[in-house]
């Protein structure tokens, strides 16, 4: 009878304590998806602001200027041991009669990451964390370079030239810019310094 009367006292004992730890082990494991959807609602569904970032430039075409080209089985393929590295340091412009193409008002590239018109000859930019790319840029500076098409995202600089100045960047919000700069650091950083903008010949004559 003693006995008995014990174990009841043990187990009446124990049985809080039990609830106890149950309830706070199930209270852990609710923690988590909680905070997975919290997560997933701040980055528009992805998992981390440079997943959210990696979706937009890859949707967005950034890779079909930033990203030189090599020739594949089918044409021109974007070659990813230089993932958005920009306009190759070595490699030449395209081999046009500037003045030509100026004067007619033409756009002409024949590398993907170089333009020759009107405006002259741009250069798609190196995207990678590079101190040759935006190893040394700001998440402000970013924002304001895409929103206010400032070269460099600086005050008193030149506009952004085209390509980039009729791409649709401006019109993200200033969430997905930040999502696109987040993701752009996570990249393997690549030494290439990309030639400066070229103004038109006929501005050099002058």
């Known amino acids: 009878m003693k006995r008995n009367l014990l174990i009841l006292t043990c187990l009446a004992m124990c049985f809080p304590l039990l609830f106890i730890s149950c309830s706070q082990q199930t209270a852990t494991a609710g923690a988590a998806p909680a905070d997975s959807t919290a997560t997933a609602l701040k980055y528009n569904g992805f998992?981390?602001?440079?997943?959210?970032?990696?979706?937009?430039?890859?949707?967005?075409?950034?890779?079909?200027c930033h990203t030189p080209k090599k020739m594949g089985?089918?044409?021109?393929?974007?070659?990813t041991t230089q993932l958005l590295s920009g306009h190759p340091a070595l490699q030449p412009i395209p081999d046009v009669d500037r003045k030509m193409v100026e004067a007619k008002g033409l756009g002409v590239t024949n590398t993907e990451t170089a333009w020759v018109g009107p405006w002259g000859v741009t250069f798609a930019a190196n995207l990678t964390?590079?101190?040759?790319?935006?190893?040394?840029?700001?998440?402000?500076?970013?924002?304001?370079c895409l929103k206010q098409n400032?070269?460099?995202g600086?005050?008193?600089t030149?506009?952004?030239?085209?390509?980039?100045?009729?791409?649709?960047?401006?019109k993200m919000t200033t969430d997905e810019i930040k999502?696109?700069?987040?993701?752009l650091k996570t990249l393997k950083p690549i030494h290439n310094i990309v030639p400066g903008y070229m103004p038109p010949?006929?501005?050099?004559?002058k």
């Open 158 to 170: 030149r506009p952004l030239l085209p390509p980039m100045m009729v791409s649709s960047t401006s």
């Open 179 to 183: 999502a696109i700069f987040a993701y």
């Open 150 to 152: 400032k070269w460099m």
């Open 201 to 205: 010949v006929t501005a050099m004559k």
């Open 154 to 156: 600086m005050e008193g």
């Open 129 to 144: 964390p590079d101190s040759t790319g935006l190893g040394s840029w700001t998440e402000e500076q970013f924002v304001k």
């Open 73 to 79: 089985a089918h044409g021109p393929e974007e070659d």
């Open 47 to 64: 998992e981390s602001q440079a997943k959210w970032g990696e979706y937009v430039v890859n949707t967005t075409g950034c890779n079909d």
